[in-house]
């Protein structure tokens, strides 16, 4: 089972349009980040939200940490082609140094 | 400043062959881990190091898996023998706290590796 669930795993979409990835997860944690990955790269650091409740922007990408610390997400404004890539939510639960990675959303905005 | 680099950035093997990937982590970074990341999934963390002492290798296999990281900089990750299975991408990161107190992980390209 995996601790951090991301929804949708597939997402695709026309340039311009804006959307939503969630994160989810039954544990609390201290802090969380999420990552973009491209083709043949390894995951790159977007934003690390650390409080309840916290909002982080991004130019066009909202980050948003649950109240309880369980949860996020990221909402993308006008989506672009160079936003294409797999984005990873990562938790650091509380005392530990160890990142749990969720499964990965893969984002297609076509031209 | 130059970043994580891993090398092979490819590797195709034949069932039981043994492996080996290097990385090289970012200057000043202490900690080290290795991660593999299957087809579809986030990574999963296989072995950390702060300096030379390996402080987590829970998550790794050790009947077929083995790492090193003699001097406290560069790091080996081996596999012997590879089965089918292991076919992913081994990725490698390190961290150094910053100012804040961070410890921000900076990922290295990773290594293909596919087993036949």
């Known amino acids: 089972t995996q601790l951090l669930e991301q929804s949708p795993q597939f997402l695709s979409i026309q340039e311009g349009e804006n959307l939503t990835v969630y994160c989810n997860s039954s544990?609390?944690?201290?802090?969380l980040q999420w990552y973009r990955q491209e083709p043949g790269e390894g995951p790159v650091l977007l934003v690390t939200?650390?409080?309840?409740?916290e909002v982080k922007k991004l130019k066009r990408l909202t980050f948003q940490f649950g109240d309880a610390r369980k949860d996020s997400s990221l909402h993308i404004t006008a989506a672009q082609p160079g936003d294409t890539g797999l984005y990873l939510c990562?938790?650091?639960?509380?005392?530990?140094?160890?990142?749990?990675f969720g499964s990965g959303t893969r984002l297609l905005v076509r031209p | 400043e130059a970043g994580v680099v891993q090398s092979p950035r490819y590797k195709i093997i034949e069932k039981k062959q043994p492996v080996a990937f290097w990385c090289n982590p970012i200057?000043?970074?202490?900690?080290l881990y290795w991660y593999l990341q299957n087809l579809g999934q986030g990574p999963e963390l296989l072995i950390r190091?702060?300096?030379?002492?390996?402080?987590?290798d829970s998550q790794l296999p050790k009947d077929r898996f083995s790492a090193e990281r003699l001097k406290g900089v560069d790091s080996t990750l081996k596999i012997q023998p590879a089965e089918l299975g292991d076919s992913a991408v081994y990725l490698c990161?390190?961290?150094?706290?910053?100012?804040?107190?961070?410890?921000?992980?900076?990922f290295g390209p990773g290594t293909r590796l596919t087993v036949l």
């Open positions: 990161a390190s961290s150094g706290a910053d100012r804040l107190g961070h410890n921000e992980q900076f």
């Open positions: 544990s609390v944690f201290s802090s």
């Open positions: 939200v650390v409080t309840g409740g």
């Open positions: 990562a938790g650091l639960m509380d005392s530990s140094y160890k990142l749990i």
């Open positions: 200057s000043g970074h202490n900690t």
């Open positions: 190091y702060e300096n030379e002492e390996a402080v987590d």
